[in-house]
Every structure is written in C-alpha cells, then in structure tokens.
C-alpha cells in the first residue's frame, strides 16, 4: 500500500516537472521572440538638436585694426526704431517665436486637435490578455508600437503593433504573477529590464534580452503601484500595503527608504519631468498629494500640495510640460492643478462609476499639456480640453467594450492604446 501511495506520489511529481519544463520552454520561445524586437528597436535617445551658435567675434577698436575711423553719419542714416505694432504684434503672440513655456503648452502642436484627428482600424484592435486589464502602457521606442498590459489574472502581455507578416501574430503573454498586476514600469536606461508589481505582493524583473523574470522585492502585503524617477538607474519606488511608499535601491537590493504618505493604498506614482524632484501620489483615502523627495520626512511626511476629493482618487499624473497635474476621482471629478505653485484648482465633471466588474477610470496626459484622455461608460473616449473645459467623445462601431485604462506612446504624437475588462487594446491613430 505504502509502495503504491509512493509510486503515485512520483508519477504526479514527474507529470509536475513535465510540465514545469513545458512551461518554462514556451516562455523562453516568447521571451526569445521579444527580445528580437528589442534588440531591433534600441531606443536612440531623443536629444533635442543644439541651436546654432554664431560665431564669437572678438571686438576691436580701429586703431588697433589700423583702420582710419569713419565719419559720422547723419541722423537719417541710423536704424528706425521698431514700430509701435510690432511691439502689439508681440503682446498678442503676432509673428514672434512661441516661447518655451508656450511651445510646451500647445503651441508646438499648433491647431492639431485629437478630437478630430483621431482615428480606429480594423488592424489596431486585438484581445490581448484573456483578463480584464488593469495597466497599460507604451514600450518608449522611437521607431515602434509595442504595448505592455497587466491584467487581472496575473498575466503580462505584450503587443507589437508592427509586427506584420510571419509566424504568430506579434502578442506574447506571460504569467509572472499569480495575483492582479497593479503596475508596469521601464527602466529609465534599460529598455530590455521591465518591472511588473502585483496584489500578490511581488515585484519581478523581466530582462527579455536575458530571458529571465528575476524577484526584485516581495512582501506579505499587496504592491498597488510602482514607477521610476526619471534619471535614477538605481531606485524603485512602489505603494505597499494601507499607504506605505518605499525606495527599493537596486544596486544594494534593499529598501533604502520608506514613508508612511496615506492612509490606505497608494493607487497611483508620478514624476514631473519637468523636475523630478517632484512626486504625485493618489490614494483611495480621497487626496492626492504632491512631495518634493528633497524635503521629505521619515516621521509625518507633509506634501507641497494636497488635492481634497469627496472619494477615492484613482489617478494624480503631472503633465508633458509638468506645469499641471490631473487628478481623477470616484467622485465625479477629475481635478487640474496648475499655476507657478500649483495654487489654482479646477474641477471638471465627468461620470465615473464604472462598478466593480470595469476598471477605474484615470484621466492621462496626451502630448501637450491641452488634452486630457479617459474612459467613457457609452464605448467611448472622452477628449477634455484644459483649455475651454470641453469634451468630445471619440466614437468607433469597432470599440465593442468600455476602454477604462488609457497610455498615450511617449515619442510618436496622435498614437493612444485604451485597454477593456475584457482583455482588448484599442490603439487609435491619426
């Protein structure tokens, strides 16, 4: 009896290790495929071109030229004054340069409007992860779209958009958690390291050009939240538990630090790239805060800025320009800060009860700092212009279900991924 009992016990085991190696051997197939793309796409970094610098002329007086000096001109011979309109015309923004604050507030994108230029192909819809999505985002590629997504099941899929012909059809999904992936971020000079954190408490590290998904951090709490600054190669910062932000340093494998910033989850972390010594978070303890990392404090940590809603805040993201951040709530709301020190605050109204089978609603940043992107609960996108306080809904016959999670691609303007409860990813165009 007992050598029979021992003998299923190894038959089981066996069929365990069958099909762990199964297992491992597809996963290694599809990392070894996105690692092509990877390697295919290195990310060339975006340096704005240096203006030209005349050249520097070195002044000299005549007689140290041994030029004879020149006889004076009468007063009709000097330069006319500028004219009284085009002092008007600078005033009014008339034929003078947008200025960087301006280039960086729409002026760089001209009349170009979202809302019209928009548009949704038949070879731009894909279900990608056979659970309801809770991240999305862009591979920060130049030359490619290719879309991470986490869902609800545990998985992490990824989608390139130009795959084109051959085997396959250009998705690859993994299954590195066993909980809802809450988070995906890149690292800032990495682009083959992807870090996905989890409701099951785990942070891993997919370096696809290794083939390896690597533990960073795990905890008996859940991880709701996780991102880079931007410019920092050792440190990652993620929301545990009821509230609690804390730095894991890479390089150390340790947590360097850890602040007590909410009362319950932390839903969302952003840096302004503008300075990245700022940090939003959001939490469902109804507040969004701003911090400067340079003056926090270990005991009773106090923000820069606090944004006060009636319920829950889902989202806190600083815009392109960084001179604004939207905050979105369950409340009905989505909030704008704005002004030298984020004093002025604006609410806009927008339905934001999804119910518990959809994904909250967060409210994105586009390409400039005038249009805001989020869920519509009619299987639409709703265009929010900050500028008049509008919206328009972008509509398609194709966007079968409600997009509740939104990432606009960081280098090619008008590319927007909107992902469903059930699995899908919408990518709209111009």
């Given at each position: 009896?007992?050598t029979?009992?021992?003998?299923?016990?190894?038959?089981?085991?066996?069929?365990?290790?069958?099909?762990?190696?199964?297992?491992?051997a597809?996963?290694?197939?599809?990392?070894?495929?996105?690692?092509?793309?990877?390697?295919?796409?290195?990310?060339?970094?975006?340096?704005?071109?240096?203006?030209?610098?005349?050249?520097?002329?070195?002044?000299?007086?005549?007689?140290?030229?041994?030029?004879?000096?020149?006889?004076?001109?009468?007063?009709?011979?000097?330069?006319?004054?500028?004219?009284?309109?085009k002092?008007?015309?600078?005033?009014?923004?008339?034929?003078?340069a947008?200025?960087?604050?301006?280039?960086?507030c729409?002026?760089?994108?001209?009349?170009?409007?979202?809302?019209?230029?928009?548009?949704?192909?038949?070879?731009?819809?894909?279900?990608?992860?056979?659970?309801?999505?809770?991240?999305?985002?862009?591979?920060?590629?130049?030359?490619?779209r290719?879309?991470?997504?986490?869902?609800?099941?545990?998985?992490?899929?990824?989608?390139?958009?130009?795959?084109?012909?051959?085997?396959?059809?250009?998705?690859?999904?993994?299954?590195?958690?066993?909980?809802?992936?809450?988070g995906?971020?890149?690292?800032?000079?990495?682009?083959?390291?992807?870090?996905?954190?989890?409701?099951?408490?785990?942070?891993?590290?997919?370096?696809?050009?290794?083939?390896?998904?690597?533990?960073?951090?795990?905890?008996?709490?859940?991880?709701?939240?996780?991102?880079?600054?931007?410019?920092?190669?050792?440190?990652?910062?993620?929301?545990?538990?009821?509230?609690?932000?804390?730095?894991?340093?890479?390089?150390?494998?340790?947590?360097?630090?850890?602040?007590?910033?909410?009362?319950?989850?932390?839903?969302?972390?952003?840096?302004?790239?503008?300075?990245?010594?700022?940090?939003?978070?959001?939490?469902?303890?109804?507040?969004?805060?701003?911090?400067?990392?340079?003056?926090?404090?270990?005991?009773?940590?106090?923000?820069?800025r606090?944004?006060?809603?009636?319920?829950?805040?889902?989202?806190?993201?600083?815009?392109?320009?960084?001179?604004?951040?939207?905050?979105?709530?369950?409340?009905?709301?989505?909030?704008?800060?704005?002004?030298?020190?984020f004093?002025?605050?604006?609410?806009?109204?927008?339905?934001?009860?999804?119910?518990?089978?959809?994904?909250?609603?967060?409210?994105?940043?586009?390409?400039?700092?005038?249009?805001?992107?989020?869920?519509?609960?009619?299987?639409?996108?709703?265009?929010?212009?900050?500028?008049?306080?509008?919206?328009?809904?972008?509509?398609?016959?194709?966007?079968?279900?409600?997009?509740?999670?939104?990432?606009?691609?960081?280098?090619?303007?008008?590319?927007?991924?909107?992902?469903?409860?059930?699995?899908?990813?919408?990518?709209?165009?111009?």
């Open positions: 009896m007992a029979a009992a021992l003998t299923e016990y190894e038959r089981r085991r066996m069929e365990n290790i069958r099909r762990n190696e199964e297992m491992i597809s996963l290694k197939r599809k990392a070894e495929d996105l690692s092509a793309i990877v390697k295919a796409s290195k990310a060339r970094p975006h340096r704005p071109a240096k203006p030209h610098q005349p050249a520097v002329v070195i002044r000299r007086s005549l007689r140290c030229r041994g030029i004879p000096p020149e006889q004076s001109r009468e007063a009709s011979d000097l330069p006319a004054p500028s004219s009284s309109s002092v008007h015309d600078f005033r009014h923004g008339g034929e003078c947008p200025a960087p604050e301006e280039e960086a729409g002026g760089k994108w001209g009349s170009w409007d979202p809302a019209t230029s928009l548009t949704l192909v038949p070879e731009n819809v894909r279900r990608l992860l056979p659970g309801r999505i809770l991240t999305v985002c862009f591979f920060p590629f130049g030359d490619r290719v879309v991470a997504a986490g869902d609800k099941l545990g998985h992490l899929g990824f989608w390139d958009g130009d795959f084109g012909e051959g085997a396959g059809d250009g998705s690859y999904i993994f299954a590195p958690h066993t909980a809802p992936v809450s995906i971020s890149f690292h800032p000079f990495s682009l083959s390291k992807i870090f996905s954190c989890s409701y099951d408490g785990f942070i891993r590290l997919m370096d696809v050009e290794e083939n390896l998904f690597n533990m960073v951090y795990s905890t008996e709490e859940a991880v709701f939240s996780i991102s880079h600054q931007p410019n920092d190669a050792k440190s990652i910062y993620f929301g545990e538990g009821p509230g609690e932000l804390k730095a894991w340093d890479e390089k150390a494998g340790k947590v360097s630090n850890s602040w007590v910033l909410h009362d319950q989850r932390i839903n969302t972390i952003d840096f302004s790239r503008e300075n990245t010594n700022l940090m939003a978070t959001s939490s469902t303890d109804g507040v969004a805060c701003i911090w400067d990392l340079r003056k926090i404090r270990a005991k009773k940590p106090e923000g820069i606090t944004v006060r809603h009636a319920r829950a805040v889902h989202s806190a993201y600083f815009s392109p320009s960084g001179a604004s951040l939207a905050t979105t709530s369950i409340d009905d709301t989505v909030g704008i800060l704005s002004g030298p020190n004093d002025n605050s604006t609410m806009i109204s927008h339905f934001n009860q999804t119910g518990r089978w959809l994904s909250s609603f967060r409210a994105i940043w586009g390409w400039d700092d005038r249009f805001l992107f989020m869920g519509n609960m009619k299987r639409a996108v709703d265009v929010i212009s900050t500028v008049d306080k509008t919206r328009t809904a972008l509509e398609s016959p194709l966007m079968t279900a409600i997009p509740c999670r939104f990432a606009a691609h960081p280098h090619r303007v008008g590319l927007l991924a909107g992902a469903t409860a059930g699995g899908q990813i919408y990518m709209w165009s111009q």
